[in-house]
């Protein structure tokens, strides 16, 4: 099935389908190219590649391969974007959207909840003479102050690791793009399922593949959905040039990602609501699930991304509580991970945001007792009898 005609068929269907090419063979599975150069035909035709090469045309496997080609349609059709180019992390995959576009002199507004790497790039990007602004981002009004002013980029994380504050995507991009910028949305934890990025306003959308998409915590890899413009003659020249491309094999792990996402993401957000719910109302756990009513933008969320998401942060008042209930734990693992069909427990101030400075920590809401549950596809019942268990 050709990508052009995937794209009105729904999303499941995409996912299966859209992007896929067959060698001569005909197999019915997509295959693997583990190759890195491609043969051509004549001089003639090798010079005309590197003049201008089509979407079935490669040159180099840091440039572009079969592989990772299908996986970049497909997530492009699944996004509703004209194009994506896979990178080799999700951290080079938001280096390469970021700094393709920056120039010194440049400014972005960026929301202060970020990852810990989002972080470092912003702040590599200011020591190269990009004046960032940073806001918090559930505050519409913080936006609005800031972007009266013009703007390169407006860079942010819908749903906002690990405090899970959510990003009025639509009205943050219509303030963006009164302020002359590209808004450019890393959309790892509203998931390319709960998302709809693009259509709310997002000019680019960035994803870690390495967590829903492989969803089961095998391999690296990213993507940077967006115009054919940008994609290719933005982003390309920048990850191609700097060596961000995808390993081929990483690719078609997404690929067959993509397959089973949908399903997965699903249940996985199901799951999450019923052990938000069980654990609500609790003595000495608070806790943070966009889905529960009295999450502080629950009506943001239903908004934007239809779900609660599969995340979910419980404070339980102290490092010591924190670590007694993470040991305690038998069914969910702890490690960093997330978007992983083994549940995962994280303890954010002493691992992924240690690098940060204690106030910034307890600004970004990263307090002593917060654990960062990221929901897999075990039975619902064991995962709350574990975590019942555990939380004593
Ligand atoms: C994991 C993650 C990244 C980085 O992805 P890698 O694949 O680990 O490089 C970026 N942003 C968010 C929100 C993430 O969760």
Request: charged share 20%.
């Amino acid at each position: 099935m050709s990508d052009s005609s995937a794209r009105d068929l729904h999303p499941r269907t995409r996912a299966v389908h859209a992007g896929a090419r067959r060698s001569q063979y005909g197999e019915l599975a997509e295959a693997i190219f583990l190759t890195q150069g491609f043969q051509y035909p004549s001089a003639e035709e090798a010079e005309a590649r590197f003049i201008q090469s089509g979407p079935d045309e490669f040159i180099y496997a840091r440039y572009g391969n079969p592989t990772s080609r299908m996986f970049e349609d497909r997530i492009a059709a699944l996004e509703g974007t004209e194009d994506a180019f896979a990178t080799a992390s999700g951290m080079a995959a938001v280096n390469g959207a970021l700094f393709s576009m920056l120039r010194p002199g440049d400014r972005v507004v960026a929301a202060r909840a970020l990852f810990g790497s989002c972080l470092y790039i912003l702040e590599l990007l200011d020591a190269f003479g990009v004046t960032v602004d940073y806001v918090d981002g559930a505050d519409l009004d913080q936006w609005r102050a800031a972007l009266a002013t013009a703007a390169k980029v407006v860079f942010f994380e819908t749903l906002a690791n690990p405090t899970l504050e959510i990003v009025d995507l639509p009205a943050v991009a219509e303030l963006g793009h009164a302020a002359g910028a590209t808004v450019v949305v890393d959309n790892v934890f509203a998931t390319p399922v709960f998302s709809r990025a693009v259509e709310q306003g997002a000019d680019v959308v960035v994803y870690s593949a390495t967590k829903h998409i492989d969803g089961s915590g095998r391999a690296l890899g990213g993507v940077i959905c967006g115009t054919r413009q940008f994609v290719r003659k933005v982003a390309e020249p920048y990850i191609k040039h700097t060596g961000g491309a995808i390993s081929p094999f990483n690719a078609w792990i997404m690929l067959n990602g993509l397959v089973t996402m949908d399903l997965r993401v699903r249940a996985q957000a199901e799951s999450a609501r019923a052990i938000a719910e069980a654990l609500h109302g609790r003595d000495s756990v608070r806790v943070i699930y966009p889905g529960l009513p009295d999450h502080p933008q629950h009506e943001t969320a239903m908004r934007v991304m239809g779900s609660g998401g599969t995340m979910i942060a419980l404070d339980l008042g102290s490092k010591e509580a924190a670590f007694r209930a993470l040991d305690r734990l038998r069914v969910w693992s702890i490690s960093n991970n997330l978007g992983d069909a083994r549940s995962i427990v994280t303890h954010p101030a002493t691992t992924t945001h240690q690098r940060l400075p204690e106030e910034a920590r307890a600004r970004l809401g990263i307090g002593p007792g917060l654990i960062r549950l990221s929901v897999g596809l075990e039975d619902t019942g064991d995962l709350i009898a574990d975590l019942e268990q555990a939380l004593g």
